[in-house]
């Protein structure tokens, strides 16, 4: 495999999305756990988990949604018709959460109000995340370098359980990140709702590996034929010891292991993804160089990111660094 600056830039944006993932991912998981918790304090002391930290967790949506169309514009103009609804709810769900993350805090009478925003933005937004994932990995229809599919080639069984996997992995991110960042009562609840998010995740997961494979002979031959069978090997091979890490640490009441098994689950699948896609970056006919801009773009653009990417990263780790710690009750950010 030659290393240059368009696979350069696919391993880059793959980055960007996957940090995406798991950072935003939990966030996203507390607002889809955010009915089941008892009382205004519980749901008070959830949301101050995340308050000081949930935007700039969507920075690295905007890194990769912007990096796939700077650098690999052909991507893009394909990809975006398929997936136009989908991408849309994401957008306007991202956006009723945001804001009553603010406005939750200022009133009483509407309070409940955007408390279900909170959540119907978070299941919008992670339902439509696991459908247009679905929908990239059933294949998108090109001719002429165009995309040649109807409007709603994707709304399929596939990608539906996709959608609820992903909302449900959400889930068991958001209850496994309350346990980790909570004491008492509220940490207590996140153990009790973690486990049948756990177990749901796990069901889900094996559902989409297992029917994958049928959806394109190369899914197949990565999966099933030799040489592949043997790179690809230690992914379902460390999918199992996580998944036993994850109970064995619900199961231990370790308030840490829990979450960071649901992390590394979840990095798995992406690298599960990355093994069947590559080097397609819009299955099943358009490869990451087939997409990619000019070398002259794609080398000014990397200098750019080369500034840009550290900055990013520094405020990241800053913000974490700053929130660490146990939240308790009448803590927080607001």
Known sequence: MEMDLALIWALLIATAVLLYVVLDGFDLGIGLVFPFLSDEGERDVAMNTVAPVWDGNETWLVLGGGGLFAVFPLAYAVVMPAVYAPVTAMLLGLVFRGVAFEFRWKTVRWKRVWDWSFTLGSLVAALSQGIILGALVQGIHVENRAYAGGWWDWLTPFS????????????????????????????????????????????????????????DPVYMERWFAMPWLLWASPVPILTGLTVLSLFWGLLRRHDYQPFISAQILFVLCFVGLGISFYPNIVPPSISIWDAAAPDESLGFLLVGTAVLLPIILG???????????????????H
């Open 160 to 215: 539906l359980l996709c959608g609820v996997a992903v909302a449900i992995g959400y889930g068991l991110l958001g209850a496994t990140w309350l346990v980790m960042k909570t004491e008492a009562g509220v940490r207590d609840h996140g153990y009790r709702l973690a486990w049948p998010a756990a177990i749901g995740t796990v069901a889900m997961v094996d559902a989409v590996s297992l029917w994958t494979p049928f959806l």
């Open 315 to 333: 405020y990241t780790i800053y913000a974490y660094s700053v929130f660490r710690g146990k939240v308790r009750a009448g803590d927080g950010y």
